[in-house]
């Protein structure tokens, strides 16, 4: 069980997260209504927001230290948040702002923080393996750290996410994969496109152990995460965990959800992880004023972000060429290829 203060950075952690997603969401209905233009708004582009996954990015990273590596999806605020991702930067980013975690260019799924070794990619499964590359640095440099990769449901049939199991199984690295399952992949409910119904029993073909968290409680959380990261750091190998959680929104903003029960929206509202750890909060005899100090502090370190962000200058166009892979091409050039290097 957690300790009164692990319980208070959690239960910050994860309001922070919410509050952020909220206010996010204000902010990019701004400008793109009454005709959804994607393209308009501080906010351009795709978002995509984790309201109902903050107990299983709280519950893992709270056992988790900077040298530890984190890979995320395309829902990746909460977990960001709770390892510890420069709020600030990560916000200038998502607003596209030249100093943003990767200048403006990487937008809302594509945030990197090096100090905290901390990454997300749009690509579906994508962080899985450079997470065990990860572990199997931290293994072969005889260090403690450990690496963790999030992930939702509809990942766990991709090739990439197999194929790390095996190799995390087979040479015994410091990897824990935690699997998100919000019952949703886009529109695609999850009995639809996979075989079975507790993720985690993905860990059986490769022998190695798989838990499942069957509902998101920060505190059952907190239990496997820390079982899972522990067996890790002390060298006896990768986890799969597999935690239930709620998509409280849509799969993107603009998402008008036409495919999705009512039912399942309720479920999804009422079954709420902030208000379930606020009522642990008071079993461990945290005094209400203490949780309401809290929040706001949340909530204005959100607010703080945000403006800060809102205040920063967007990259000069003539910048788009730096920090890529290939350089703009020649002149004359078709554009296929990148210019001479
Ligand atoms: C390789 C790849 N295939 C397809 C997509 C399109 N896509 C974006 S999100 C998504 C569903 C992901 O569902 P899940 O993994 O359950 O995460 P969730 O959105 O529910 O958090 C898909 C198919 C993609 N980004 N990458
Ligand atoms: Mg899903």
């Given at each position: 069980?957690?300790?009164?203060?692990?319980?208070?950075?959690?239960?910050?952690?994860?309001?922070?997260?919410?509050?952020?997603?909220?206010?996010?969401?204000?902010?990019?209905l701004e400008g793109k209504q009454p005709a959804f233009d994607?393209?308009a708004?501080?906010?351009?582009?795709?978002?995509?927001?984790?309201?109902?996954?903050?107990?299983?990015?709280?519950?893992?990273?709270?056992?988790?230290?900077?040298?530890?590596?984190?890979?995320?999806?395309?829902?990746?605020?909460?977990?960001?948040?709770?390892?510890?991702?420069?709020?600030?930067?990560?916000?200038?980013?998502?607003?596209?702002?030249?100093?943003?975690?990767?200048?403006?260019?990487?937008?809302?799924?594509?945030?990197?923080?090096?100090?905290?070794?901390?990454?997300?990619?749009?690509?579906?499964?994508?962080?899985?393996?450079?997470?065990?590359?990860?572990?199997?640095?931290?293994?072969?440099?005889?260090?403690?750290?450990?690496?963790?990769?999030?992930?939702?449901?509809?990942?766990?049939?991709?090739?990439?996410?197999?194929?790390?199991?095996?190799?995390?199984?087979?040479?015994?690295?410091?990897?824990?994969?935690?699997?998100?399952?919000?019952?949703?992949?886009?529109?695609?409910?999850?009995?639809?496109?996979?075989?079975?119904?507790?993720?985690?029993?993905?860990?059986?073909?490769?022998?190695?152990?798989?838990?499942?968290?069957?509902?998101?409680?920060?505190?059952?959380?907190?239990?496997?995460?820390?079982?899972?990261?522990?067996?890790?750091?002390?060298?006896?190998?990768?986890?799969?965990?597999?935690?239930?959680?709620?998509?409280?929104?849509?799969?993107?903003?603009?998402?008008?959800?036409?495919?999705?029960?009512?039912?399942?929206?309720?479920?999804?509202?009422?079954?709420?992880?902030?208000?379930?750890?606020?009522?642990?909060?008071?079993?461990?005899?945290?005094?209400?004023?203490?949780?309401?100090?809290?929040?706001?502090?949340?909530?204005?370190?959100?607010?703080?972000?945000?403006?800060?962000?809102?205040?920063?200058?967007?990259?000069?166009?003539?910048?788009?060429?730096?920090?890529?892979?290939?350089?703009?091409?020649?002149?004359?050039?078709?554009?296929?290829?990148?210019?001479?290097?």
């Amino acid at each position: 069980m957690p300790s009164a203060t692990e319980l208070q950075t959690m239960y910050e952690n994860m309001v922070t997260a919410r509050h952020y997603e909220e206010r996010l969401q204000e902010e990019y209905l701004e400008g793109k209504q009454p005709a959804f233009d994607i393209s308009a708004g501080p906010i351009p582009g795709e978002l995509h927001l984790a309201a109902g996954h903050e107990a299983s990015g709280a519950g893992v990273c709270i056992h988790l230290r900077d040298d530890d590596t984190v890979t995320a999806p395309h829902r990746p605020h909460h977990v960001a948040i709770a390892k510890g991702v420069d709020l600030k930067r990560m916000t200038a980013e998502i607003f596209g702002r030249e100093t943003g975690l990767c200048r403006g260019k990487g937008g809302h799924m594509h945030l990197f923080d090096p100090e905290v070794n901390f990454a997300c990619s749009g690509i579906i499964a994508q962080g899985v393996p450079p997470a065990v590359g990860a572990a199997m640095a931290a293994k072969k440099r005889n260090t403690d750290a450990v690496a963790v990769a999030f992930l939702g449901e509809g990942a766990i049939d991709q090739g990439g996410f197999l194929e790390s199991l095996n190799l995390a199984s087979v040479h015994d690295l410091p990897v824990v994969f935690v699997v998100e399952d919000n019952d949703w992949a886009i529109s695609m409910p999850k009995d639809r496109v996979t075989d079975v119904e507790n993720g985690a029993q993905r860990a059986d073909g490769f022998d190695l152990p798989g838990v499942r968290v069957d509902s998101d409680d920060a505190l059952a959380v907190y239990d496997s995460a820390r079982e899972a990261v522990g067996r890790a750091r002390d060298g006896n190998g990768p986890t799969l965990l597999e935690v239930q959680v709620h998509r409280r929104m849509g799969h993107f903003m603009g998402d008008a959800e036409g495919y999705r029960p009512d039912e399942d929206v309720d479920r999804a509202t009422h079954r709420d992880s902030i208000t379930r750890l606020e009522a642990d909060l008071a079993k461990y005899g945290v005094a209400d004023e203490d949780v309401a100090e809290l929040r706001s502090r949340a909530e204005e370190r959100v607010e703080e972000a945000i403006e800060w962000a809102k205040d920063q200058p967007e990259p000069e166009p003539e910048t788009a060429y730096e920090d890529v892979f290939t350089n703009p091409p020649a002149q004359g050039d078709a554009g296929v290829r990148g210019g001479e290097q």
